[in-house]
């Protein structure tokens, strides 16, 4: 008998050791997640109430400095007088200089700053955007981090280990424990440890502040009893010593008969624990009669269901961060979080409250028996119940019996008496609201209490989440000035248009619009202007556009335009007639800062698929079409064309190559003869410039010479021509050639740097040359576009003997108040006179009487492009002084022309 018993009793104790200990492993490890979760909801409930004191802190100090004109807003609950931070003060510059750039930088993004005191308090700074000043408030300690809905038992610390706060009765943990690795990553553990001589289970979680307030960041450290995580099993131990002797007198009274009877209900508690051990908590253990082992069933029921409650609670909680990580709309989060809220805590119904944007009242709602969920919407109204939840931030029990409960109707209809309210909150609006209903007044809150505002904060993560999420998707794709989507957006909707436009065979035309002078307005009137003009603009052409078609901005004074689902045969005429009224509404005048200011714009249109098939190339080509448009004149637009595009090529490759021509010395200078009319000798010279291309070849001057201001090589290359020449003349000087003067072509960026005289000087100093050996060529639009300060530079260069010759006259301004003026003493006459000259009676007028003006004012006349001899015997008999022309020579190299000039003979002017 006795080892009969030994037999029976040994499997059932070994049964409830196991059952136990799996029990309490499990209950362990639940206990830490629940820990780890608490610890990272009271993290983020910590960040929020940071957050909302610095909004507070932002709106105070404008609402004091506003104080004196304004009354305060008594409606928003953030100034009112009982939510004042009173303590504002003006921070020293001193203090500022203690901060490190880290912080100083941070400032100067208008974010506010948060240092600790040795006392655990809180010190905010703010930079003012109104002025130079920085403003401080302290908030204490105890207000701060204490949070009194909490009922878990934690401490807040300082990464350093200075207690901020910790819950009565905790000592500090030690940094060993809980210390944050950022190589490694850790920001979050567990860790068991001895409190009083108690065994304590604790979780930890770094709080990140350094992106919101320049600060390395806070620990939460949130202990548990071990004796309260396992307390579930305190009935089973008490239990199962009676059961042991209860089977023993049992086995007695029943020996074998009884044996079968009392090891079915083993079995059952054994395959039971295995699932619950596995995780399955939904199997119950079948409870009948009312003897020991049916007792300890239902202790094993309510065990399971509790850890059931609090398994899918954890669960819940993790696949809803998961899922506020990755939607972006909060419907999605809603139906989840609904649809796990029966398996996580008991309620008869569950549902969500929510207050769109047009102040209707949405709602989410299941019941605990079925699998899918309703929606509804209530239109307007006025909802006392989102004032009511305004000011609450845990949970609010309501009886449904009442009459103020008009937003919760649903719940009543559907037979529920009571329900607990948790609100969710973004930015101090109630943003959501978790609703759990009960048809039976509910008996222990505290559970459904911890697991419901659980499952609010997580709402409330989401709405913040999602606000962030839409704020970044803003500023990522769209103008932050004009409000206009930037070239991210514009290049998916050209994407999505040409593609539209490929299915359907239809056509897009892209817009580029360049304003013409805004520089202009930027500097007369200021960027704050410009900015002005940049958002009026906007709104014409959004005006304009069709709300199918696309206006964005690429920054500066550049738009676009996107006109899509074109008709193929209608094409050019719409956007003819598109261009034709955005130039039209661009050119109206706008009010700028009490001046009216109009402005043109510059229109380069590139159509697909004629002229491009992606954005890239319908981009590259409106902008060749827009810079023709600006050649063209202001105002204008240009449609993109084959041959524009080779000409806007091979521009641009000559750019390319005029950009390293000089570095590579392939620039040099030939030298045209001048002839005296009255003894057809050399007399002179002009230096011109060529340049020997490897990939072009000898490149004509009229291809390049218009593009050496692109490049910036005007002033580089006059100072060249300068020196090149003075050194040649040296050079023939050298070689006995009989001197002559040299004339050469001065740009207007030379001018421009006042740095032409000291050249000059420097070049005939180091050449060994007379100042009278040089003559100086401008035009006529150097000379009076900037007068006063030209006048000043060509007046030295002529005390100092350095000829000024007017090049080709008669076709600039021609005034003859700057004729006078000017301090010049040769006038060159433009070929195009001279071409003429035979044929054209008007114009041997004009030469005539531009030579008898040039004497009488005490000017040497010298005529370009004399290629006839009776064109050279006009002009000598109207008293020119000098020809210059084929006639007599093309333009020379420096050996050449010393042969050519001692066939013709020469002598000093």
Not at 756 to 777: P, V
Request: with cysteine; aromatic share 6%; net charge negative.
């Amino acid at each position: 008998m006795l080892l009969f018993l030994f037999a029976a009793m040994l499997p059932a104790t070994g049964l409830g050791l196991l059952v136990y200990h799996q029990a309490s492993d499990t209950l362990l490890a639940l206990n830490y997640r629940s820990l780890e979760a608490h610890a990272k909801g009271l993290g983020m409930s910590l960040v929020q109430r940071l957050v909302w004191r610095a909004e507070t802190l932002h709106l105070q100090l404008a609402a004091q400095t506003d104080e004196a004109s304004q009354k305060p807003d008594d409606r928003n609950p953030l100034l009112r007088k009982d939510s004042r931070i009173e303590s504002l003060a003006v921070v020293e510059p001193e203090t500022l200089l203690k901060l490190r750039p880290g912080q100083l930088e941070h400032l100067k993004k208008s974010g506010v700053l948060l240092q600790l005191t040795p006392a655990g308090d809180a010190l905010m700074t703010i930079a003012h955007a109104g002025s130079a000043d920085h403003f401080q408030v302290m908030v204490a300690g105890e207000r701060l981090w204490q949070h009194d809905n909490e009922n878990e038992t934690y401490c807040v610390l300082t990464l350093a280990g200075q207690p901020l706060h910790c819950s009565p009765g905790l000592p500090v943990p030690p940094p060993a424990r809980w210390s944050v690795d950022e190589r490694q990553a850790r920001h979050a553990g567990v860790f068991a440890w001895e409190v009083n001589g108690e065994e304590q289970l604790a979780a930890f979680w770094h709080v990140p502040l350094t992106a919101t307030f320049a600060h390395e960041g806070l620990v939460v450290v949130v202990s548990d009893s071990r004796a309260n995580a396992l307390a579930a099993l305190t009935q089973f131990r008490m239990l199962f010593p009676a059961v042991a002797v209860l089977a023993m007198a049992m086995a007695v009274w029943l020996a074998l008969i009884q044996i079968r009877r009392q090891m079915r209900p083993l079995e059952d508690l054994t395959r039971h624990t295995e699932n619950l051990a596995q995780g399955n908590f939904a199997n119950r253990v079948e409870v009948s009669g009312n003897d020991e082992f049916s007792r300890l069933a239902e202790a094993f029921n309510s065990m399971s269901d509790h850890l059931n409650h609090k398994f899918h609670l954890l669960q819940a909680l993790a696949e809803l961060d998961r899922a506020i990580l990755n939607v972006s709309e909060m419907e999605s989060v809603i139906r989840l979080l609904l649809q796990r809220t029966p398996q996580c805590l008991p309620c008869d119904l569950a549902g969500v409250l929510r207050f769109d944007a047009a102040g209707d009242l949405l709602l989410w709602a299941i019941d605990a028996g079925e699998t899918s969920l309703e929606q509804t919407r209530r239109v307007g109204g006025d909802h006392a119940l989102c004032r009511r939840l305004e000011g609450e931030e845990t949970a609010l029990l309501l009886d449904l019996r009442q009459p103020d409960t008009q937003d919760l109707a649903f719940f009543a209809d559907r037979g529920a008496t009571q329900a607990v309210l948790f609100p969710a909150h973004l930015k101090e609006r109630c943003d959501s609201v978790l609703v759990l209903a009960y048809r039976r007044p509910l008996s222990d809150t505290d559970e459904v209490c911890q697991a419901g505002r659980s499952l609010a904060d997580r709402l409330a993560a989401a709405a913040v989440s999602i606000a962030w999420g839409n704020e970044l998707y803003r500023q990522a794709h769209f103008d932050a000035l004009t409000g206009l989507p930037n070239r991210t957006l514009l290049r998916d909707r050209v994407h999505q248009s040409l593609l539209r436009a490929q299915r359907g065979k239809l056509a897009v035309a892209l817009l580029l619009i360049d304003l013409d002078n805004f520089k202009d307005v930027n500097d007369s009137l200021g960027h704050s202007a410009g900015d002005a003009l940049l958002v009026s603009c906007a709104e014409k052409l959004a005006k304009v556009a069709r709300h199918t078609d696309t206006v964005a901005r690429l920054g500066g004074d550049e738009f676009v335009v996107v006109l899509v689902d074109l008709p193929t045969p209608d094409t050019a005429t719409i956007v003819d007639r598109m261009a034709t009224t955005l130039n039209t509404e661009l050119a109206r005048p706008v009010e700028l800062h009490a001046r009216t200011v109009s402005i043109a714009a510059s229109i380069g249109i590139a159509i697909y698929p004629d002229n491009g098939a992606d954005m890239e190339e319908l981009m590259k080509n409106a902008d060749a079409a827009m810079y023709q448009s600006k050649r063209a004149g202001q105002g204008d637009y240009r449609f993109y064309s084959e041959q524009l595009n080779a000409a806007a090529k091979a521009r641009f490759e000559m750019l390319q190559d005029l950009r390293k021509a000089f570095d590579d010395d392939e620039f040099f200078l030939v030298y045209q003869p001048k002839i005296e009319a009255t003894s057809g000798r050399v007399v002179g010279a002009e230096a011109l410039i060529r340049w020997a291309s490897p990939r072009l070849g000898l490149v004509s001057p009229a291809r390049f010479i218009p593009l050496i201001d692109e490049v910036g090589l005007d002033a580089v290359l006059g100072q060249w021509v300068i020196e090149t020449a003075c050194a040649q003349m040296a050079a023939w000087d050298a070689d006995g050639v009989p001197p002559i003067c040299v004339s050469v072509n001065a740009s207007p960026a030379q001018f421009h740097s006042n740095a032409i005289i000291s050249q000059l000087r420097s070049a005939l100093t180091r050449n060994g040359l007379q100042t009278d050996r040089l003559e100086l060529e401008i035009l006529e639009s150097t000379a009076i576009g900037k007068a006063g300060d030209v006048n000043e530079t060509l007046a030295e260069l002529r005390a100092m003997n350095v000829s000024i010759a007017l090049d080709d006259f008669g076709t600039g301004y021609s005034s003859l108040v700057y004729l006078t003026n000017l301090p010049a003493n040769v006038l060159k006459i433009d070929r195009g006179f001279i071409t003429d000259l035979l044929t054209d009676q008007r114009k041997r007028t004009i030469v005539g009487q531009i030579i008898s003006l040039a004497k009488a004012l005490g000017f040497k006349v010298v005529a370009e492009g004399v290629e006839e001899s009776e064109q050279a015997r006009v002009l000598g008999a109207m008293g020119c002084d000098l020809f210059q022309g084929y006639l007599f020579s093309k333009p020379l190299l420096p050996a050449a022309f010393v042969a050519f000039q001692e066939e013709r003979g020469s002598r000093l002017v």
